[in-house]
């Protein structure tokens, strides 16, 4: 069973910073395995990276993704008040990482 | 576009069965490269998969829930149910039923959930 771990735990950032979260897989990993959620509370999920590195339909390009085999990495340039959340990697449409959460500062 | 609706019981008592349904409208739950899928989140913690099914019934579990876990398929009508027995206080969580997409393009596989009901709360308690 492939288990994903993400860092760091929490983001505290200010409008306009830049994010850099990672995930990491505990063995190799397809890249077209590989999707990001940004989770608001009260709110459903939302896709927003997969392929490791495709946006979804409407995602600004602000946001993109990296890597490949067991490290990834989801970057937000320049973070938007909006932004503020927890975002999941997952792989194979199963099992997620424990979450990144993104907070003002 | 597609549209995913959780239903069922938003109290369950311990030692019971939980039961949720999830419908589909604005599509087939037919259609190719798509597996129906079960995600929940307990209060202060994260996403945790369940389970998916595809339109044939063929499925796939968590192994940690897999003892305690049914889904099945109903093309019929476009839904997809969740089945979870002997629930505990554990159990209470927000569930979200969702469609993944499975295709195959350039040399890879590709799976992502790409639509997701609002999510249903159920408590487990008596």
């Known amino acids: 069973e492939i288990v994903l771990t993400q860092s760091p735990g929490t983001l505290s950032l200010s409008p306009g910073e830049r994010a850099t979260l990672s995930c990491r897989a505990s063995?190799?990993?397809?890249?077209?395995?590989l999707a990001w959620y940004q989770h608001k509370r009260g709110q459903a999920p939302r896709l927003l990276i997969y392929?490791?590195?495709t946006r979804a339909t409407g995602i600004p390009d602000r946001f993109s993704g990296s890597g490949s085999g067991t490290d990834f990495t989801l970057t937000i340039n320049s973070v938007e008040p909006e932004d503020f959340a927890v975002y999941y990697c997952?792989?194979?449409?199963?099992?997620f990482g424990p979450g990144t959460k993104v907070e003002i500062k | 576009q597609v549209q995913l609706q959780e239903s069922g019981p938003g109290l369950v008592q311990p030692s019971q069965t939980l039961s949720l349904t999830c419908t589909v409208s604005?599509?087939?739950?037919?259609?190719?490269?798509?597996?129906w899928t079960w995600i929940r989140q307990p209060a202060g913690k994260g996403l945790e998969w369940i389970g998916r099914?595809?339109?044939?019934?063929?499925?796939n579990y968590n192994p940690s829930l897999e003892t305690r876990v049914t889904l099945s398929v109903d093309t019929s009508r476009d839904l997809f149910s969740l089945r979870m027995t002997s629930v505990t206080a554990a159990d209470t969580a927000v569930y979200y039923c969702?469609?993944?997409?499975?295709?195959?393009?350039?040399?890879?596989?590709?799976?992502?959930?790409?639509?997701w009901g609002k999510g249903t709360t159920v408590t487990v308690s008596s």
């Open positions: 969702a469609r993944t997409r499975n295709y195959f393009y350039n040399g890879y596989y590709y799976y992502y959930t790409d639509v």
């Open positions: 604005g599509g087939s739950i037919s259609s190719e490269s798509y597996f």
């Open positions: 099914i595809y339109n044939t019934g063929a499925t």
């Open positions: 063995q190799f990993i397809s890249s077209g395995y």
């Open positions: 392929g490791a590195s």
């Open positions: 997952q792989q194979y449409g199963t099992s």
